[in-house]
């Protein structure tokens, strides 16, 4: 039976059990993210050659002699790219995501591999020399940048995971199902030129 706590004081929770919760939560988001990876960047430059298919095809009946030609070109082909410039940035995000917990993982054994140096050094359980000061303020500015390099890890992905709400998943929906109807209007239009 544990000991029990006062009821204002929480206690602190077990390292293992906090990693092995965030590695099984981090495994299964990398796992969801890398099986859409290879699809979204397939789909992405399919849709970025049917966009520009389609504008190469709108475009050359057009003489660009007039400034207006030049700005509705450029606003046609702004257009059609569009979804595949958005699901080529949601892919990028995805890849960022199954990249995650290799990082997590290296993060989490440099910080306890630089902290048992460190409680070493402090408790003179290492070796004792003459530098045995120098080492313990070398082991703090080590952890210093190791607590630096973790929060900027959070900080990317918790701008990631911000990236993830309802709304851009509607844009990245939306992106995927204009591609589809670009690659298929791209079809049709070679089909239609190579027979005519």
């Known amino acids: 039976m544990e000991p029990s706590t006062p009821p204002g004081e929480r206690t602190a929770p077990r390292p293992a059990q906090e990693r092995g919760r965030l590695a099984l939560t981090v495994d299964a988001l990398a796992r969801q993210a890398g099986a859409l990876t290879g699809l979204t960047r397939r789909l992405a430059l399919a849709t970025l050659a049917a966009g520009a298919w389609l504008w ?3 475009a050359y009946p057009f003489t660009f002699d007039a400034v207006w030609a030049w700005v509705l070109a450029g606003l046609g082909l702004v257009f059609l790219l569009a979804p595949g410039v958005l699901l080529w940035l949601f892919d990028a995000g995805l890849r960022e995501l199954t990249a995650l917990p290799a990082r997590l993982a290296r993060t989490l054994d440099t910080g306890r591999t630089r902290t ?3 409680y070493a050094t402090a408790t003179g359980t290492g070796a004792r020399g003459r530098w045995w000061l120098w080492r313990l303020v070398k082991g703090v500015l080590d ?3 190791l607590v630096l390099d973790a929060r900027g890890l959070l900080v990317q992905y918790a701008a990631l995971a911000r990236l993830l709400n309802p709304w851009m998943l509607a844009i990245a929906v939306t992106a ?21």
């Not at 995927?176 to 005519?196: H, K």
């Open 116 to 118: 048992a140096d460190l």
């Open 143 to 145: 952890l210093r940048t």
């Open 176 to 196: 995927t199902v204009a591609g589809a109807v670009l690659i298929a209007l791209a079809a049709l239009t070679l089909l239609f030129v190579a027979l005519f």
């Open 56 to 58: 190469g095809l709108a």
